[in-house]
Structure formats: structure tokens, C-alpha cells
């Protein structure tokens, strides 16, 4: 099966940097992806990791450790547009092209 | 950019009637369409996958003669929740899949806001 969790709520202040963790235990992995959604809006990609490591994209970084099970998305210089809730999802398993989502974390940016 | 038309994007419906959501490739072939259901304030939760011209794959817990889908061509595929109930009101979000593509593949459509009364 797939549990992938995540902190519920965060709160973080303006320009600030903000690191949101999600663990996953799953029956397969072949990638794990961040998206952010504002609240009645679809998903926004953010970043994709398949190996381990970090990436980075601007203000947003995204980390993976496959061996732990384990991912962070680090949000840089936060701004008042970053409130929002943000997905982790992993893919698989096996060669399936299958998203399961996290249980999603609501960011609340403050000044 | 790919993109994904998804229809209608709110839809109030009286209890015990269908409703029908279209989701359309508007630049791309897409496979395979997932379709998700999320409640307030939780994530989107997998319901089925489908792939062009066969029959979906529904996730466990998820009834197949409640939520009908159909994927006839590789542009456009339709979620049809019959004899809805207010328990269904929810944001349904469709999602296709296609291999070698920005954003690894997936591309969302708007979601779909649905209201039973």
C-alpha cells in the first residue's frame, strides 16, 4: 500500500525560509513530485526528484532520500503569494504511471 | 504548454441526478486520465484511472456504477457521478499522463466543483 505523510498546518513570516518534510512508505517509487494549490485551483507542478538529492529551481529546492523514505520542499525568501497548500505525491509503483498524493500541507505565509 | 480543458468548472445538481465533467486535451494525446476527488481541506484522493478505449481502473473503495468514466478518444475523457447524493459534493480534478513531456507527464485540469442539493 501507500502512506505518504506530511505536517498538517505551517506557519512561517515574510522572507523567511520555510522547510516542509514528507515521508512516504510505499509498495514502489519511481519519482516523487511537490506541487502547490491554492484552494480551489488545480495543482501547480514545483519539482520532480528521482535520485537522491537536491534540486533546485529558483526559490523552491526539493530534496530525496530513497533509502530513508524521506523528501523536503525548501521555500526560499518566502512571500505572502506562497499561502497555500503544497502536495507531495510519489509515483509507481513499479513501472505504473499512478500519483498518490500526501495528506498535504496548508502554509500560511505572515508578515 | 499542454493543457487540459476541464468542464463545467462548478455544477449545482439536485439529489438523485447525473452529472457529467469533460476533460479534453486541447494540444496533446493524452493515454491515460486520472481522476481525483478532494474533500475540504484534505488532499486529492486517486478514484480511477483510464486508459483510450478500454475500461477504467477503479481505486478500492471507489464504486465503478457510481462514477461512470469513459475515454473514448485520446483527447477527451468524461466522469459522469450518477444518481448523485450531497455526500458526493466535492472538487473533482482530472489529470493526464503523457511520457516525455514538461512537468514529467502530468497536466491538470481545473477541477470541477460540484454541489449536490
Known amino acids: 500500500g501507500q502512506n505518504i505523510d506530511q505536517p498538517t498546518e505551517m506557519t512561517a513570516t515574510e522572507g523567511a525560509i520555510v522547510q516542509i518534510n514528507c515521508t512516504y512508505q510505499t509498495s514502489g517509487f519511481n519519482g516523487l513530485f511537490w506541487y502547490q ?8 507542478f514545483l519539482s520532480y526528484n528521482v535520485l537522491d538529492g537536491l534540486e533546485e529551481k529558483g526559490r523552491f529546492s526539493s530534496f530525496l532520500s530513497r533509502s530513508k523514505g524521506y523528501s523536503y520542499l525548501l521555500l526560499k525568501e518566502l512571500q505572502m503569494k506562497d499561502s497555500a497548500s503544497y502536495l507531495c505525491a510519489v509515483r509507481g509503483p513499479g513501472g505504473g504511471n499512478k500519483l498518490t498524493f500526501g495528506t498535504g500541507t496548508q502554509l500560511k505565509v505572515e508578515l | 504548454g499542454a493543457v487540459v ?4 468548472s462548478r455544477v449545482i445538481c439536485k439529489s438523485g441526478t447525473s452529472v457529467k465533467i469533460e476533460c479534453r486535451s486541447l494540444d496533446f494525446q493524452a493515454t491515460t486520465m486520472f481522476w481525483y476527488r478532494q ?3 484534505q488532499s486529492l484522493m486517486l478514484m480511477a ?23 473514448a478518444s485520446l483527447t477527451l475523457s468524461t466522469l ?3 444518481s448523485a447524493h450531497p455526500e ?3 472538487f473533482y480534478i482530472c489529470s493526464a499522463s503523457r511520457t516525455g513531456y514538461t512537468n514529467y507527464g502530468y497536466t491538470f485540469g481545473s477541477g470541477t466543483r460540484l454541489t449536490v442539493v
Open chain 2, 88 to 90: 458526493d459534493s466535492s
Open chain 2, 49 to 71: 484511472t483510464s486508459n483510450e478505449g478500454s475500461k477504467a481502473t477503479y481505486e478500492q473503495g471507489v464504486e465503478k456504477d457510481k462514477f461512470l468514466i469513459n475515454h
Open chain 2, 39 to 41: 474533500f475540504p481541506k
Open chain 2, 5 to 8: 480543458s476541464q468542464h463545467p
Open chain 2, 80 to 82: 459522469t457521478v450518477t
Open chain 1, 37 to 44: 494549490q491554492h484552494a480551489g485551483e488545480a495543482p501547480t
